[in-house]
């Protein structure tokens, strides 16, 4: 494979065009819809895609599913950037949906419109489970890592993968692609497959998407060109902790000049205190001791970087028997824990009354946090944790 970059010239897609392949083994099978470059500066996604596509043809007949190739930010992937009015993976909230049509809609409006009414018309006609697999890039250099939103199918998907697991980073953001496909019931999978311009990162998604395609129930590996080396390729970018947890998100606007110190790579050892930036105020510290992750070395964004912290297995173990058994929906007899009426999976936990119960407890039991309201925490836990509403039988 040597047309990687596919120099900048090229546009990869035209404005508008998003449905790269669609391929259809058995109709009532589970379904994966693989997105690529939902951030136009990142074309490492949609290349891997290309290839798999070319590949397909002989494959199809196999396919114990559907199988479909999307392309994300198509506008903005001309001129690879990361986005020309918005950031497109922040722009799946219930505001952008309901916008009513303008004459001037913003370039993202339109990708969203576009990317919502494909997978509308795929989702509709899906019988079994639905998994959706994200490839995106970064900026920084280092191991490439899963991000999964924490809901049990996520988790039981995401470990089938021999790679590094960031839980909790879906909390930190809101109007994400994977999000809004976490609200509808779809098992998700985020991939950061390496840094922006390395070839690397091409292959790395493209042993990702192989690799889904398998564990998704979809195509035997022995159909699966290459399947050692794809495997095998997974197995050996690993080098990162098996399973991290984000607890901090350093948040910048455009006027605070914030400007990352050099050299930090993910999954960095970082020490509270430490200098790793400088923005208008001063210098930025790390405000806790734990692992860097995904540092911003490029003009845009919103994301200055985050901090995590190793989870032992043992935690993710409990928490399934937790959930299994029931406990969430006993939270709300705790004192200082309310329900919302009208939302049962929404709860309302009064911090002066529920110390004992710090993040940690509600996110042992699949809730988020949504934000605070004064001395109150608001959190809110998927509906569709443990139960696929996809599935027919
Ligand atoms: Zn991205």
Do not use: C
């Not at 990869?12 to 449905?19: C, N």
């Not at 998407?209 to 095998?232: C, K, N, Y």
């Not at 948040?251 to 970082?270: K, L, Q, R």
């Amino acid at each position: 494979m040597d047309n990687f970059g596919a120099s900048k010239d090229d546009p990869l897609v035209e404005p508008g065009e998003h449905v790269i392949g669609a391929f259809v083994g058995d109709p009532a099978g589970p379904t994966l819809i693989v997105v690529g470059s939902v951030h136009g500066n990142e074309p490492a996604g949609l290349i891997a895609i290309k290839w798999v596509a070319e590949q397909m043809p002989g494959i199809e007949k196999h396919l114990k599913g559907r199988l479909f190739l999307i392309a994300g930010n198509s506008r903005a992937l001309g001129d690879r950037v990361r986005f020309i009015d918005q950031d497109l993976n922040r722009a799946w909230t219930a505001d952008e949906f309901s916008a009513r049509p303008r004459s001037d809609p913003s370039s993202e409006h339109l990708e969203l419109t576009e990317l919502v009414q494909i997978f509308d018309s795929i989702l509709i006609k899906s019988s079994d489970e639905v998994f959706i697999l994200d490839l995106h890039s970064t900026s920084a250099s280092g191991v490439p890592f899963a991000t999964v939103g924490d809901t049990l199918r996520n988790r039981d998907f995401a470990m089938r993968f021999p790679v590094t697991v960031l839980l909790g980073i879906e909390e930190q953001l809101d109007g994400t692609m994977l999000e809004h496909f976490n609200e509808l019931g779809a098992v998700t999978l985020g991939f950061e497959g390496g840094s922006h311009g390395s070839p690397d990162t091409v292959n790395n998604h493209e042993s990702m998407i192989w690799a889904a395609l398998a564990h998704a129930g979809l195509l035997d590996p022995v159909h699966i060109p290459d399947a050692d080396r794809h495997f095998a390729r997974l197995g050996e970018i690993a080098t990162g902790p098996r399973i991290v947890e984000v607890r901090y998100r350093h948040a910048i606007s455009a006027t605070d000049g914030f400007e990352m110190d050099p050299g930090y790579n993910n999954f960095d050892e970082v020490t509270k205190g430490e200098r790793v930036g400088v923005d208008k105020n001063g210098a930025v510290h790390a405000p806790e001791t734990g692992l860097m992750l995904m540092p911003l070395y490029q003009r845009l964004g919103t994301d200055g970087f985050f901090i995590g912290r190793k989870v032992a297995p043992f935690w993710l173990w409990l928490s399934a028997i937790l959930r299994k058994i029931g406990v969430q929906r006993m939270v709300h007899w705790l004192p200082g824990v309310t329900q919302t009426p009208g939302d049962p999976e929404r709860l309302i936990v009064n911090t002066r009354v529920a110390r004992l119960f710090p993040l940690q407890i509600f996110h042992l039991l699949g809730y988020r946090r949504r934000r605070w309201d004064g001395d109150k925490l608001i959190v809110r836990r998927r509906r569709h944790d443990t139960v696929s509403p996809f599935r027919r039988n």
